[in-house]
C-alpha cells in the first residue's frame, strides 16, 4: 500500500534563507511518525508545505500515492491533510463550534450550527474528553484549545494529521494525555505526524522517527533501536559542550523579590505570589512551563508593566538598606543596574528596522556617552559598536548601518547581550535567552551569562527549557500557577524539579 | 416649548439616518479587519452622484439613491485595491481617499454644472391612518421612506453578520486571518466585498444627505459628518444596534441647533455648529475612559494580511 | 472497523481524490517579501509613480476642461516665467512649515491631522497681537509669530493629552478639532473682528510693522524664516538626542521605553514642536500674503502637509524641496481658478492621486511577484 503522504525532494527558500533543501519524508496509515529536530532545522516549514501553507520551490507531494499540488490549506484539507499549528489558528471570540464551523461549511448557519455541535460532542467522546461546543474559545486552556484544533481537523475528514510541536505548551501531564490521546488516533487508522524536539516523547510515543537538520531529513529509524545519543547525534551534528560550572561560592543577596502579584488580566492573574532573591555571583534559574507567570515575572523585574502587588528591591554591595524599585521606570532601573534580555527579541530587544549603530548605542545614550544632549557623537558610537561587536561575536555584519532586523537569532541576541552586558550590570534578568536559536549560540548565550555572573553580577535566567535551567543555574525555582514553588540548589535532581513543575495546583 | 420639542422629534430621525447608515456601511468593512477613514469621501461621492443622477434621469429620488450607492462603492474598488491587494497602510490610504474624494466631487461638480441646484428630493410619505396620531404620528410616521427603510436595513445586517456562514467567516477575517486563511477562505475577496458593499450603505448615506436633507449639491456639504461616523463606531464597539444608538445622539445634537435658534435662545450660532464635533470628542473620551472591554473591535483591524511573510 | 472509529475518522478517503487540483490555467500568484532593495531602484519607483499621478491628474483637468497646452505652460510658468516663480517662493513659506510641522508629528507617531485648526489658532493670536496692539511696534512681528505659537501648542495639546491620558484616537480628534477652529474663526471674522471698512469677513488689514518685510526679490521673510525653521528641525530629528529617541519611538516604542527612551517628554516635546510649526503657517500666511486674517486662509494646507511629510519620508530637508514642488501646484491651482474656474480643491485631488501612487509603489519596492505553474 502506498504511504498516506509522501513528500520528495522539497525545497523552500525565502529571501536569501534556504529552509529546506531536498527534504524527504514518509509516512504511512496507523502510525505515528515523529519529525525531530532542532528548532530551524526545517520541520515547520516542511509541514507548511505539506499543510499547503508554503509552496515549495520544488520538490512533490503525493498523498496515498496520488500526486497533489496543494495551493493552499482548502486543497490540502481536501486531500484529508490537517495541521494543528504550534500557534492554534482558532479565533479567540468564536465558540467551539464557530470556530469548527469555520474550517467545514454545512449547509445554512442554522442547521449546520447544531449539527456540528452534535459532531464535535460524538468526536470529543470518541476521543474520550467532554467539550462544550458554546463555550468561547478564549475561556477554554490550552490544553482544551489544541483539543478544539484537533477536532476541527478531524471534522474536516483529515486522515493525515500533522501536529507542531503540540506539548511545547503543556504540563508534563496534559503532555502525556494528548499523546496517548493522538497514538489512539492513529491506531485507528490515520497518519499522525508529530513535530517535536523532545526525545523523550518521541522514544515513548511515536512509532517511526525522522529526523532534520539544517533544512534536511537525515534519517528514518525506529526509535526504540536507537539509543538517545544517537539521536542526539543526528539532531545536532557534533557534539556540543555545555559550560562548565565553576565553584565559587556567591555573595550577598542583591536582588529580592516578595509577594508579587500581577494585575488581573481578563479574569485571571497570571503572577499571584512570587518571592525569592538572588544572590550576586549567583545564576537564580526560574523553571516552569510557559504560561505559569512567568512573563509577567519578568516584565515586573525590568519595570515593562507594574505589578498589581508586592515589592522589588535591590540593595548595592556594602550598603545596609536595600532600595526599593517596584515602582521605578525601566530607564532608572537600567541607572541603577539592571539589565534586560526580553523573551521576544524582535519586539522587545530591538528595534529591527534601525541601524546595528542604533541598537546598541541606545542602551548608553543618556549617559551622555556618545555626545551630548544637543549633538550627539556618531562617529564615537560607531567605533563603541565595533569593537562591542568583536567582543561579542556577531557575526553576519556587512555594514554597521545595516537593519539590526537582518541579523540571524543567534546574532541578534549577542547584539542585546552586547549592549546589555557591556556596561557590567549587577542584576541580569534574562528570559529565555536562548529561545528559536541554534545550539552554538545557545552555547554563546550561556557562556556569556556565566561569565557576567563569575564577575559578581546576580543573574535571573527565567527559561521554559528545563536543561538550559539545570545546566547553568546555581539555584533553581520552578514557578507554578504564578508562584514559586520549590527551590533546588545546583545539581538539581531533574525529576525532582520536573515533579514541582506539575505537581502544584 | 412643546411645539420646539415636537418639531426637534420630528427632525431628528432624518438627521440621524446618515449617521446611521454612514457607520453601519463602516462597520460592515471594519469588522473584516479593514480600518476605513474615508468615509468622509465616500459620503461626498454619495451626495453628488445622488444630486447628478437626479438632474440627469429625470428626477426620480430612489433611482438617485440607488446611483450614489454604486457610486461609493465604485470608488471604493479604489481603496480596496490598495489596501487589500497593495497593503497600503490603510490610514494613509482612508486620508488620500478622502481629500481625492473631496476634490474630485468639486472638480466635477463645478464642471458638470452641478452645484447649487436645488431639487424637490425625496418627500416624505406618511403611513395614514398613523401619520394622524397626536406627536407620535409626526414623529415616527410622517418621515420619508429611507427613514422607515434604515430599521430593516439594520436588522439585514446584523442578521448577516451574526447569523449566517458568510458573516461568521466575515467576522472570522477580521479576528484572525491566519485562522481563516488556514479554514480555507480568500481573505482578500471577502475584504474585498465588505470594503465595496460597506462603501454602498456610506454611498447612501451621502445620497441622502444630499437628494433628501438638503436637496442640493454643495461642496463639501457632509462637513466631517464621515469622521463623525468613524468615531461612533468605535462608541458603537462595532456593534450595528449600539451605532443607531450613537446615530440617534447625534441626529438629536443636530436637530437641536435650529431649535436653540427658534427658542430665541441666544447662544453664538457658530458655537451651537460646533457641538457634534465636541460631542463626538466627549463621547470618544467617555469610551476610552470606560475601557475597552466588550468592545468587539476586530483584533486584526487595520492589518493587511501576508501568508508568505515569515516573521 | 468499529463504531467509534467510524465516528472519529467519518470521512472516508474517497473524498481525496475527488477534490482533485483545482485547475489553475495560470498558476498562482506568490509574493514575495523583498528585504532590501537598492536606493536608486527605489528613487526610480517612487518618480515612476510620481509621474504617473500627475499624468492621471493631467488628464482629469483635460477633460475638465482644460486645453492641454495650456496645462503644460503653466506648469513651466512656474519656473521660467519670473513673477510665478516669485509666487512659488512666497507660497513655498507656510508649505514648508505645515510640511515639517506634519513630518516631526509623523517621528513620533502621532498623526496631526490638525494642521489647519492650529494654522487658524496661529492665525488668530497673532491676529488678536495686531488688532490689541500688543508690545511696541518693533518687536510686534516676533511678538505675533510667538503667540501663534503658543496658541498653535495649546490646540494641538487638547488631542495629544486626549491620545496620551485616554488613548483617543489622535486621527478622528485632530481632525473634528479642526472643525471647531474653523466655526471660532468664522464667529470672530462674522462677529467682532468683521472689519468695519468694508464689512467682509476678514478683519482689518494689517498695520506695515505687523507685515513680514520684503527681503527682495519679491519674496518676504517668511522663506529664510522657515528654511532656517527646517535646518532647526533638520539638526534635532538627525543629531540631537531627542532626535535619537525618536527613531526608537518610531520604530519600537515598547522597545525603547525598555532600554530607557523617556517616551513622555520626547513625545510631548514632537506634539508641541508640530503644533508650533504649523501655527506659525498661521501666521505667515496673514502675515506675509493676505496681510489680513481671512475666512479661508489654512484651506489646503492640511492634508498638503501631510502629502509633503510622506514623500518626504519625515526627513525636513527633504520636506523643503517637495514643499516648493507643492507651491507650484498651488500656483497653479490658482491660476486655474481664475482662468478656468476649476476649483482650488483640485490641488488636494492632485496630491491625493500622487500619495496613492507613491503608496502602492511602496508595494512593489517591498515585494517580489512570482507566478508559480
Redesign the interface.
Known sequence: MAPALELSRITKSFGDFLALDGANLSVDYGEVHALLGENGAGKSSLMNVAAGLYSPDSGSIEVAGVPCRFFGPRESMQHGVGMIHQNFKLVKRFTVAENVLLANPRGSFRSAKSAIEREIREKAEALGFSLDPARRVDRLSIAEQQRVEIIKALVAGARILILDEPTAVLTEGEAQRLLTMVRDIAERGAAVILVTHKLRDVKTFAHRVTIMRGGRTRATVDPRQATAEELTTLMVGSNVVTPSRSVKSAGAVRLSVSGLASATVEGHTPLVDATFSVRSGEIYGIAGVGGNGQTELAEALVGGRQPGAGVISIREPGSAKPTEITAATPRQRRDDGVASVPADRQSFGLATRLSIVDNFAIGFVHEGRFGSAALIDRARMRRATEVALREFEVQGVRSLWQRAGTLSGGNAQKLILARELSRTPSIIVAHSPTRGLDVRACAAVHSRLVAARDAGAAVVLISEDLDEVLGIADRVGVMTRGRIVAEFDAPADRHAVGRAMVDHV | MHDIIVSWLTNLPSLAVPYALASLGLIISERSGVLSLGAEGLMLVGALAGVAAYLSFGGYPLLALVVAMVAAAVVSILFAVLVVLLRVNQVIAGLALVFFCQGFTNLVGTVANWSNHTISGLHTLPIYPLSELPIVGRVLFSQDLIVYLTIPIFIAVSYFLNRTNTGLRLRAIGENPEAADAAGLNIYLYRFAAVIGGSALVGLAGGYLSVVSAKIWIAGMTSGRGWIAVALVIFARWHPWRALLGALLFGAIEALIPQVAAAAIRVPQYFMLMTPYVATLAVMVWQEVRGRIGSDEPAALGQPYVREERT | ?SD??A?????P?S???A?G??Y?PFG?M???????MPAWKQVVAVACSIIIGMFISAM?LVV??VPPAELVSEFASNVFDRQSFQAVLVQAAPLILVGIAASIGFRARF?N?GLEGQMVWGGIAATAVSIYHVGPEVLRLPIMAIAAMLAGMAWVAIPAL?RLR????E???T???N??AT??L??LL??SWKDPVDAFPHSTIYASAERLPDIGYGVNAALPLALALVLVVWWYGE???????L??IY??P?????????IMPVVWTAVLMSGALAALGGFVVPSGIAGRLTQGFFEGYG?SG?LIA?LARNNAIAAAIVAVLIAMLFVTGQSFQIFY???F?????????I??CV??S??FIRHRIRW?R
Open positions: 472497523m467509534r472509529e465516528t472519529l475518522l467519518a470521512l478517503l473524498r481525496a481524490g477534490a487540483n483545482g489553475r498562482r506568490i509574493l514575495e517579501v523583498r528585504l532590501d482629469i475638465s476642461g498623526w491631522l486626549l485616554f488613548a483617543v484616537n486621527i478622528i480628534s481632525l473634528l478639532l472643525y471647531v466655526y471660532f468664522y464667529d462674522y462677529g543629531f540631537s538626542r531627542f532626535g535619537f529617541y527613531k526608537f520604530a519600537n515598547a522597545m525603547g521605553r525598555l532600554v530607557g527612551v523617556p492634508f501631510v510622506f474656474q476649476i476649483p480643491s483640485m490641488v488636494q485631488m492632485i496630491q491625493a492621486i500619495v496613492m503608496a502602492a511602496e508595494f508559480q
